[in-house]
Nanobody, 121 residues
Framework: QVQLVESGGGLVQAGGSLRLSCAAS????????MGWFRQAPGKQRELVAK???????DYADSVKGRFTISRDNVKNTVYLQMNSMKLEDTAVYYC???????????????WGQGTQVTVSS
């Protein structure tokens, strides 16, 4: 079992920055892909960014050039640096990982509890 604990959310003014972090803990063999999803009121949950073990990245078009995802494989932590934030970035952000819990087991999806990010004018 993998537990994901998110931190760094909060209130920020438009044009400002926030840095989210998500630390994985518990019993697992390996952490593979990690990423961030978000869900705004009335909207479907969408992928914001993801990063592989090899540090290949993928971003939603709406955040390219503004957000940067990174990871620390020693700390089992993924980060999301959010710059030049816009009102439409307001959402609950969820940390995600695709991990192998034990040897011989298939990879499974794990989710954080979500953290609120609010951008004000």
């Amino acid at each position: 079992q993998v537990q994901l604990v998110e931190s760094g959310g909060g209130l920020v003014q438009a044009g400002g920055s926030l840095r989210l972090s998500c630390a994985a803990s518990g019993n697992f063999v390996s952490i593979n892909s990690m990423g961030w999803f978000r869900q705004a009121p009335g909207k479907q949950r969408e992928l914001v960014a993801k990063i592989t073990t090899a540090r290949n990245t993928d971003y939603a078009d709406s955040v390219k050039g503004r957000f940067t995802i990174s990871r620390d494989n020693v700390k089992n932590t993924v980060y999301l640096q959010m710059n030049s934030m816009k009102l439409e970035d307001t959402a609950v952000y969820y940390c995600y990982t695709y991990a192998r819990p034990t040897w011989g087991a298939s990879r499974q999806e794990y989710w954080g509890q979500g953290t609120q990010v609010t951008v004000s004018s």
